[in-house]
């Protein structure tokens, strides 16, 4: 990807610090609360009510061929007038919906749950007091404060630091420690050598800064690469022989 072609705020790294909060209107004691929340991403999943996420997952049971065969024979017995052995299909498909809803349930609840102990913050400034914030509620502009130990929440520009040297190989691939200071760059310079910036998931080996958020979650560096390379959730080989020896049956 030509990184020349990119819009003014990704070539942040050739800003001055004053020019990074004209644009990202911001200021050196942080964002207030509520103009944090009018940056924020609301993701689709969380703003569904826990009803209709339910609702959603119970009726996500019933994707698999098999189950659709058993629907297919609900139909055609109710439609026949073989009521019995419609009540008798009806009861199976029921259970097993519930049976899988009920699993999947606890095992999402137990999930986060475990996500919420592991949970990273990131140190930041806000309403001029620092405070600790999850790394998903970092929006651009806000002040962020690293040291020794911390993983970088955003793609960042940085407005002041001392001894300060950062991990970046989950990025370049480079394993030993990168020294980062305030100053400004060329717009083509590449990622390797944009000493006056931190990335989103590389951590901080010593020091510390003071940096901008400028770009956050999809947006960063490292967020690119997931979205190019996709997540895949792989089937077990049991799934897949469950599958296609539904869709076997659904053939015949």
């Known amino acids: 990807m030509n990184k020349n072609t990119s819009t003014p705020q990704k070539q942040f790294w050739s800003w001055e610090t004053q020019t990074a909060m004209d ?20 993701h689709l999943e969380s703003s569904l009510h826990p009803f209709m996420k339910d609702v959603k997952l119970f009726f996500s049971q019933f994707k698999n061929p098999l189950i659709l065969l058993l629907v297919f024979g609900l139909l055609l017995s109710s439609y026949l ?15 097993s919906g519930v049976l899988g809803f009920v699993q ?38 806000d002040i962020i404060l690293l040291e020794a130990g911390d993983i970088v929440p ?8 001392k001894d300060f040297y950062v991990n970046e190989a989950v990025l370049t691939g480079e394993s030993f420690p990168v ?12 990622l390797l050598n944009r000493i006056n910036s931190v990335f989103k998931g590389t951590n901080v080996i010593s020091g510390t800064a003071i940096v901008i958020a400028v770009e956050t979650e999809g947006e960063t560096e490292l967020g690119k690469i997931e979205t190019e390379i996709g997540i895949i959730s792989e089937e077990t080989a049991f799934e897949k022989g469950i599958k296609q020896f539904g869709y076997m049956l659904m053939k015949i």
């Open 104 to 141: 999947e349930r606890n095992a999402g609840k137990a999930i986060e749950k475990l996500r919420q102990l592991i949970q990273t913050k990131a140190h930041v400034k806000r309403d001029g007091t620092s405070c600790d914030i999850p790394i998903c509620e970092v929006v651009p502009g």
């Open 81 to 95: 007038g073989e009521y019995t052995n419609a009540g008798i299909i009806f009861s199976i498909l029921f259970l």
């Open 179 to 190: 020294e980062k200071k305030i100053g400004t760059l060329p717009i083509d310079t590449a």
């Open 23 to 42: 644009v990202l209107k911001s200021a050196i004691d942080g964002l207030s609360t509520d103009d944090a929340k009018s940056r924020g991403v609301t």
């Open 154 to 161: 955003a793609d960042c520009l940085i407005i002041a630091s």
